[in-house]
């Protein structure tokens, strides 16, 4: 009697093909080499974009992890994610929130409880907020400075960016700002982590930005 093997068995002997002609982690992040993983960025999210997950996950924020599967030949399998540590990370679909510093690995679980990959992710205490300022586009023009001056009906674009020893930091966060004085305005432009300054009229206001148990703080003089 001719012996079939089992789905569970069909898939391992796939994977191990795959990794015969990749080679172990070489082009991708994956440490199996059979998934590209990356967050899925905004726009205005600049050190998303620019480091991919090449940055720890700052503590207390989320990322929202896409995943690109290399199996030659098939479509993407049924998956799952799943952390080792759940203390470490929350997992909401493919949203990861980042609870402790370390680094624990993260599982991309498929039929039978086969893991087809995992990827280990940082983690970091932010010890520093910055204020960077965008173009309506979203090109970056710089941090801002701990003043600015502006002329009514002028506008800045905003986003707070974590950093831990001069490293920028990956992940969406929640923001509240707190505003003296009726100089200035604050809006949410509907993008996380995202807002627009807007100059009301004449006079002075302090702008006090609090997210990941961090403030920053930045004077506005709006000239006549």
């Keep these: 009697m001719t012996h079939r093997p089992s789905h569970r068995a069909w898939m391992l002997c796939l994977c191990t093909a795959m990794l015969a002609v990749w080679g172990c982690g070489e082009t991708a992040p994956g440490a199996l080499g059979q998934i590209d993983f990356a967050p899925e960025c905004g726009s205005l999210d600049q050190a998303c974009l620019e480091q991919s997950l090449n940055a720890p996950i700052a503590a207390g924020a989320t990322v929202e992890m896409g995943i690109n599967f290399k199996f030659q030949g098939s479509s993407g399998p049924p998956m799952r994610m799943e952390a080792i540590d759940e203390a470490a990370f929350k997992l909401d679909g493919s949203r990861v929130e980042a609870v402790k510093p370390g680094v624990r690995p993260l599982m991309v679980i498929g039929p039978d409880g086969l893991v087809l990959d995992f990827i280990h992710l940082w983690v970091a ?100």
């Design 125 to 224: 205490i932010p010890d520093e907020l910055r204020l960077v300022s965008h173009t309506d586009a979203g090109l970056v023009i710089g941090p801002l400075g701990a003043s600015a001056q502006m002329l009514p009906g002028d506008e800045l674009n905003l986003t707070v960016e974590p950093f831990a020893n001069s490293q920028a930091l990956l992940g969406d966060f929640d923001v509240e700002w707190e505003v003296t004085g009726d100089a200035v305005a604050i809006l949410q432009d509907g993008v996380l982590g995202a807002h627009r300054i807007v100059a009301r009229q004449p006079g002075q206001a302090s702008l006090t930005a609090t997210a990941l148990g961090l403030s920053i703080a930045v004077d506005v003089e709006v000239l006549p």
